[in-house]
């Protein structure tokens, strides 16, 4: 009989929770085929194979949710990169011994946690891109960078405070600088402890970035509201666009799981 911490480790294993999740989904559209029956809805999966792709001449041809997902792609990208600089110094504020920079970080933190996401899109969008003169696409980055930075500089934080203090003095005993000490001591510690989170605050980016269709950015969402409106075929996109999301995040999961792995290991 195999002993308990590895029959636990089976039972938590990033595969296993896959499996039961899809079980979740399929038990899901199933309800809903059941209900769409019920009311006599035609499915016409047949016609949704044309807004993902098409082959001319031996030549592949995105189509519209394709190109809807790249501008997600491009926007969720930017986005996570930011949030995380946002989230690092506000974190770093937080710690430090200026009050100037703590006030700072705790407004910019109680602001952006304590409203909606989509009123700050709005805000930014038809209040200061106007002013400042920047674009949809920019107003939508900058709207999900501050948001999910709020967010990432409490598990940036939090990472940090979790380093023993021993670290610190070891740090400073050797003639190391506050640059120094985070870089190649207290950081690459933290890092390891805070992945998991960080990871699901990424996942969270890529679905909250459906929200830039609001202010007519043709992302994957978008696209498909576009689709719907010519097409009627509203279970069908939306349900395909749900699959892109859930493959994305999926992906995006198995990656980190396996750079966690390794970071464990070395």
Known sequence: MAPRHLRISKLNSPL???????????????????VTESLGYHWQWYRVPRYLFSIANGEF???????GLMVTFHISAISLLL?????????LFRLSNSFLARALAR??????????????????????????????FTAAVLALSLFEGAYASEIFRAGIVSIHRGQWEAALSI????????RFIILPQALQRILPP?????VSLIKDSALVSTIAIYDLAM?????????????????????????????????VANLEKRLKLE
């Open 16 to 34: 296993l929770a896959i499996v039961k999740y899809f079980m979740v989904i399929i038990a899901i559209i199933w309800l809903m085929l059941s």
């Open 61 to 67: 041809i995105p189509g519209p949710l394709i190109w």
């Open 83 to 91: 949030a995380f600089v946002f989230g690092l110094v506000s974190a």
């Open 107 to 136: 407004g910019y933190l109680e602001t952006i946690r304590n409203t909606p996401l989509l009123v700050q899109l709005f805000f930014i969008y038809f209040v200061l891109s106007p002013v400042l003169g920047f674009s949809a």
């Open 175 to 182: 003639g190391l600088n506050p640059y120094q000490t985070y």
């Open 198 to 202: 960080l990871t699901s605050q990424a």
């Open 223 to 255: 696209q498909g509201q576009v689709i719907i409106s010519e097409t009627y075929l509203v279970f069908e996109i939306w349900f395909t666009i749900a699959a892109i999301y859930l493959l994305i995040t999926i992906s995006l999961s198995f990656i």
